[in-house]
């Protein structure tokens, strides 16, 4: 007789890194059973930015609904008294904003602690690894993932889950920083990458030749020069079509960004490329990096927009990975707010 099929190995995650609060619950890193993103837009909208005090207030006021609805979805009651609901408890650790980092690593602790199972420290650029992996299950690997989010711009081989080399990165602004800094000076609100990628629609891409820095030779990427470009630009130009600023600032970035990363996966011999952050939301982004893979012959994964943004699900796929490697975290971990991309030993060993 052979042997029933192995359970699942179910994992809980939490995500507070920024101005999200989330948990999800995957089942071998690759399944997801329930996922909620509870976002504080609204809250930092007036501000016209994330105000890191608010932020934590929130994630401590949100922490227990949101992590009880994510337990409610899979079929899981709030205490999971006298059974084992998860196989582990895995929590964003860095980087991100201290305050906010603490209040989903505190939970995700204690519920280690109670249930007795380990607890998974993640790196939340290596969590948006994962978007693709988890809705695409059988994802030819390897894969070139463009990383683009508020914080961080980053071109990564993914060989296999943990298996990464970096292969660029911003030598100054993230992408989706110039996108919120350039909507901040055109006045379109915040944040700033949905409003410039609506406004666009409208607007003809041709109408400013803004500069693109293409650093020849290097996989690296500077997004600082072209914000100081349409500043400058508006400033004397003052009676331009706000749309065709958008439009034309748009197509700059875009154009950068696809062109280093078919670049990189030439250079690595990757299968294909895959979309990842806040900024892989961009409906021209996305157009054109499906274009130029097609004429590539190159595979081509865009997460959906809801798995490009910040959420548990990744962090939840990304702890499981680390999980079955062994490598759980001590509880006197704490929290890591300048983290970088998978720098070994970042996160300390249980
Ligand atoms: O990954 P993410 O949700 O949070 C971080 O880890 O930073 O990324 C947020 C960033 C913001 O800069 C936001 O303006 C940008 O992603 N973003 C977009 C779009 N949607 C979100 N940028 C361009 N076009 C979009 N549609
Ligand atoms: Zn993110």
Redesign the pocket.
Known sequence: MSAPPAAPRRVLAIET??D?TAASVVDDGRTVVSSVVSSQIDLHARYGGVVPELASRAHTELIVPVVTEALAGAGLGPDGRGKRPVDAVAATVGPGLVGALLVGISAAKSLAMAWEVPFVGVN?LEG?LYASLLEEPDLELPVVVLLV????TLLVRMDAPGRYEVLGRTRDDAA??A??KVARFLGLGY????A??RTAVAGDPSSVRFPRALLEGSLDFSFSGLKTAVVNYVDSHPEVATEDVAASFQDAVVDVLVRKTLEAAARSRAKGICLA???A???E?RRRAAEAALGAGLGIFLPSRAM???NAAMIASAGYFRLVAGRTTAMDAGAEPGLGFAEPGSTRRA
């Open positions: 890194s920024c999200e939340h948006h989010s508020g914080g961080h989706g920083e996108f919120d944040p700033g990458g949905p410039i990628d952050g806040g900024v939301a961009n409906s982004l490009c943004t910040d």
